[in-house]
């Protein structure tokens, strides 16, 4: 979320939803343009 100002200014939010296992799996990928995963 954020479009694209967000991405222009590096303030992308990120939603996700899950088992937690799947999303241990995946925190990696959304970190690298994330830089909070909680």
């Known amino acids: 979320?954020?479009?694209q100002a967000?991405?222009?200014n590096g303030?992308?939010?990120i939603m996700c939803?899950?088992?937690p296992a799947d999303y241990a799996r995946a925190e990696p990928v959304l970190?690298?343009?994330a830089r909070i995963c909680a």
Do not use: P
Request: hydrophobic share 25%.
């Open 6 to 8: 967000g991405a222009e």
């Open 1 to 3: 979320s954020g479009g």
């Open 31 to 33: 970190a690298a343009y």
């Open 11 to 13: 303030q992308l939010s």
């Open 17 to 19: 939803g899950g088992d």
